[in-house]
């Protein structure tokens, strides 16, 4: 099965166009002030609009009130949401989209328990656990922490970049990885020719 890529981070049209073009399988845009990557409404419309068929949109989250999900979701065309705090699975399913769960990793994390917890999820993504940041960091983890047998689609993040997607992809054998810092030239601005090695690695290790 080919492992999908999904870019996350995106605050310019141009960036986002240029993904698409590259063959990316999901953009994601960041609604968290407290990430150098958040976008506001508006920038979201316009990166959503600009996008040709069949790129998924997807929106992260941290702990954000209903209210505010709700108000996005009403501007902006989005595919699927992404949960990167707190939230409770009743939380996660409220808004009728598909969702992805984003777990910490840490050494005493039981995936088994949370794919019971969120089976209703589209995919469980995979992070590196960093105290005062909720993703984004840079920062991978230990891939031997992540179980073979798995229920869920397994969607890794965390330190991911050119130089270490196949690795990724042998180690691991996700449904799709997810990759931020890895591909920029600066926190929120895509290099396009990063993004073009990720993708292509990625194929390539499928």
Not at 136 to 163: C, Y
């Amino acid at each position: 099965m080919r492992t999908r890529v999904k870019i996350c981070g995106f605050t310019r049209v141009e960036d986002a166009l240029q993904a698409a073009h590259l063959g990316v399988d999901a953009i994601g845009l960041v609604f968290y002030p407290a990430s150098p990557r958040n976008v506001s409404v508006p920038q979201a419309v316009a990166i959503a609009r600009a996008l040709p068929a069949f790129v998924t949109v997807v929106g992260l989250f941290v702990d954000a009130e209903p209210f505010f999900v709700h108000e996005v979701l009403r501007q902006v065309n989005i595919d699927c949401l992404q949960f990167h705090g707190n939230e409770t699975p009743e939380a996660c399913r409220g808004y009728a989209k598909p969702y992805i769960k984003a777990i910490r990793m840490q050494a005493d994390t039981d995936l088994a328990v949370l794919e019971r917890h969120y089976a209703d999820a589209a995919g469980l993504l995979l992070d590196a656990y960093h105290p005062g940041m909720q993703g984004g960091t840079g920062s991978g983890f230990d891939w031997e922490t992540i179980p073979v047998e798995r229920k869920l689609p397994i969607i890794l993040a965390g330190g991911l970049s050119p130089e270490n997607a196949a690795l990724a992809v042998q180690r691991v054998r996700p449904y799709a990885l997810d990759v931020s810092s890895g591909v920029e030239s600066a926190k929120g601005i895509k290099d396009a020719a990063k993004m073009a090695a990720f993708i292509r690695i990625t194929n390539q290790a499928t």
